[in-house]
């Protein structure tokens, strides 16, 4: 079972440039949500979406961008990179109930990104 | 504003000795709280979760928390560390400002040393 899919492991953007990280899962889960990982700080939710066609803004939304067209599919979008945005960014999963997340979350492996 | 703190950096322990990572919340009403470890350059995986029930929750590869509402901690527990268990292991919490996505705390990592 491939579970999360993220996709580029590794990219490396210059100040103002303007990229896609992709992720889909192929568990029918309703919920999902993009994090930020950075060194003593733990995760910070950027984005999440409960449903196709529904998203919310996190704890650190700015500077990115998402959309829900499929259950399958959350993109998240980096509209102008900076070098604040240099992370860790893992996508997660979870089939939730209503009234939010009440099992796992399924994450994927991670994208590291560094903005020169 | 709902929050997990976790307060060590790092803990050390020898193997065979029993380990504990801590952790206390902070949240409105009843919590729904859980462990995650996270092995290097990989995604976090779910350890166990406490929704409601027995204090003392069961989770994957021996790991154990105690659910304490007195003193708002959901402290980790494991009886015999393993060098495998070395890695850095997350709090969370059910965050109702945040949709019910889950808060993370900032991460403990453990070092078990042979």
Known sequence: ?????????????????????????DMNHEYMSWYRQDPGM???????????????????????????????????????????????????????????????LFFGEGSRLTVL | AQSVA????????AEGNPLTVKCTYSVSGNPYLFWYVQYPNRGLQFLLKYITGDNLVKGSYGFEAEFNKSQTSFHLKKPSALVSDSALYFCAVRDINAGNMLTFGGGTRLMVKP
Not at chain 1, 1 to 25: D, E, I, R, Y
Not at chain 1, 57 to 65: F, K
């Open chain 1, 1 to 25: 079972n491939a579970g999360v899919t993220q996709t580029p492991k590794f990219q490396v953007l210059k100040t103002g440039q303007s990229m896609t990280l992709q992720c889909a899962q």
């Open chain 1, 42 to 104: 733990g995760l910070r939710l950027i984005h999440y979406s409960v449903g196709a066609g529904i998203t919310d803004q996190g704890e650190v939304p700015n500077g990115y961008n998402v959309s829900r067209s499929t259950t399958e599919d959350f993109p998240l979008r980096l509209l102008s990179a900076a070098p604040s945005q240099t992370s860790v960014y893992f996508c997660a999963s979870s089939p939730g109930l209503a009234g939010g997340v009440t099992g796992e």
């Open chain 2, 6 to 13: 976790q307060p060590e950096d790092q803990v050390n322990v």
